[in-house]
C-alpha cells in the first residue's frame, strides 16, 4: 500500500516560525545547492543551481567544470536560501554539509563554504552522507517515522539497496558493479541520439513505444541471493541491437522515430523489471516492510507504477521521493537534525570522500 496521502515540506514560510533552523550545502555532482531546515522537517527554503546546460554538450558531467561552477554559485545560492527563508545567520543552530559520495572537487567546494560558516559562526558542522540523504528524503515526504525500511538509491552516479534499521543506520546490501541505472539512461539516450539528460528523454521517447518489441537481458533477474545490480551488458545489447554486431557507423538522427521509442521502451522495460525484482529480494532477505526509494530515476513514471502494482501485491508499504526531492537537492540533508540529536558532529579536520558509504 501506497502512502500518498501524506505529503508536506513544501517550501514555504513555516508554521513554526520560533522552531530551530539550520543550513545545510550540497554540491556532491552538478547541482549546488542549499536549503534552510527546520526541526520539525519543514523546508524553508530550498534552492538548486543546475548545471546541466554546462555538461550537456558533452553528454555527461565534467569533474573540472563541475568544480569551477560550484566556486562561482555557491555564495549566490546559500544567501538566496537565506533570503527565502527570512533567515539570518545568526538565526542557524547548525551547518550540515555533503561529504561523500561524488565528485571530490566538487565536495570540497561545499565542504569548503560549510567550514567557513560554522567557524565564522561558532556553529555545529555537521557531515551528511548523500546516498543516506536520498532516503531520508522518503521519511521527510512521508511525514512519520518509517525505519527499518529498505532503501534504494537509484541515480546517474549510485544503483545502491540498503537495509535501514534507523534513520541514521545503514547496511549496504547491494550495489552496481558497474554502470549505475541512470548513467545507463545517459549512455542509451546518446546511442538514439536523444537529448541528455537521458532519464527523461528515454521515458518521454518510451511513452509511444512497446515495451515488449526487444527483449532486452535483465542481468542477475533469476539470481534472488545476490542483490548487486549490472547495466553495462543491458547498455551493450542496446548498442548492437541499433548499429549491428559489430557496431557500424550510423547517424542517430536518422534512426526512425517509432523504432528509437520501441528500443526506449524496451530498454526502460528492462531496467525497471531489474529494480523492482531487487527491491523485492531484498524486502524479503531482511524481513522488512516498507520500502523507501529515492534518487533522480526514483522519478521514472514507468518505476514508480511498477513499484506501486509490487506494493499492492505483497503488501508492502511503499514510500517514494516526491520529484521535487528526487534530483540533487540540499533540502534531503534533513538527516543532519538525526545526527545531531545523536550527538554525531565534525571537526574542522573534516574531508571529503568519493566513496560509498561504509557498512556498519
Known amino acids: 500500500m501506497s502512502h500518498k496521502e501524506h505529503q508536506r515540506h513544501k517550501e514555504s514560510e513555516l508554521e513554526s516560525p520560533s522552531a530551530r533552523v539550520l543550513l545545510a550545502i550540497e554540491s556532491s555532482c552538478d547541482e549546488t545547492a542549499a536549503a534552510v531546515l527546520d526541526e520539525n522537517l519543514a523546508i524553508r527554503s530550498n534552492v538548486v543551481a543546475s548545471q546541466t546546460d554546462i555538461h550537456r554538450r558533452f553528454g555527461g558531467v565534467v569533474p573540472e567544470m563541475a568544480s569551477r561552477a560550484h566556486v562561482r554559485q555557491i555564495l549566490p545560492v546559500v544567501d538566496e536560501a537565506l533570503t527565502r527563508a527570512n533567515a539570518k545567520l545568526d538565526d542557524l543552530c547548525a551547518i550540515a554539509v555533503v561529504t561523500q559520495p561524488g565528485l571530490v572537487g566538487s565536495l570540497l567546494v561545499g565542504l569548503t563554504a560549510a567550514k567557513s560558516l560554522a567557524l565564522a559562526l561558532e556553529k555545529p558542522l555537521v557531515a551528511v552522507n548523500h546516498i543516506e540523504a536520498h532516503i531520508y528524503a522518503c521519511r521527510m515526504h512521508a511525514g512519520y517515522d518509517i525505519f527499518p525500511a529498505v532503501g534504494l538509491v537509484v541515480s546517474g552516479g549510485h544503483t545502491n539497496l540498503y537495509d535501514c534499521a534507523s534513520a541514521t543506520g545503514f547496511e549496504l546490501l547491494g550495489s552496481t558493479i558497474d554502470d549505475a541505472a541512470g548513467e545507463a539512461f545517459d549512455k542509451v539516450a546518446a546511442i538514439l541520439g536523444l537529448a541528455y539528460p537521458g532519464g527523461p528523454a528515454i521515458e518521454q521517447a518510451a511513452k509511444s513505444g512497446s515495451p515488449t518489441t526487444f527483449r532486452f537481458p535483465r542481468t542477475f533477474l533469476k539470481e534472488p541471493d545476490r542483490l548487486e545490480f549490472s547495466f553495462s551488458g543491458l547498455k551493450t545489447s542496446v548498442l548492437y541491437q541499433v548499429a549491428g554486431v ?49 534518487g533522480g530515476v526514483a522519478a521514472n513514471a514507468r518505476l514508480r507504477e511498477k513499484l506501486d502494482a509490487a506494493a499492492q501485491h505483497e503488501g508492502f508499504t511503499l514510500v517514494i521521493s516526491p520529484l521535487a526531492l528526487c534530483t540533487d537537492n540540499a533540502a534531503m540533508s534533513a538527516i543532519a537534525w538525526e545526527l545531531l540529536a545523536a550527538g554525531r558532529t565534525a571537526d574542522l579536520a573534516l574531508d571529503v570522500s568519493a566513496g560509498l558509504v561504509r557498512r556498519r
Open 246 to 294: 559489430p557496431p557500424r557507423e550510423y547517424d542517430p538522427a536518422g534512426l526512425p522515430r517509432s523504432y528509437v521509442a520501441n528500443v526506449a521502451a524496451s530498454f526502460q522495460e528492462a531496467v525497471v523489471d531489474v529494480l523492482v525484482a531487487k527491491c523485492l529480494d531484498a524486502l524479503h532477505r531482511c524481513g522488512r516492510k516498507t520500502l523507501c526509494v529515492g
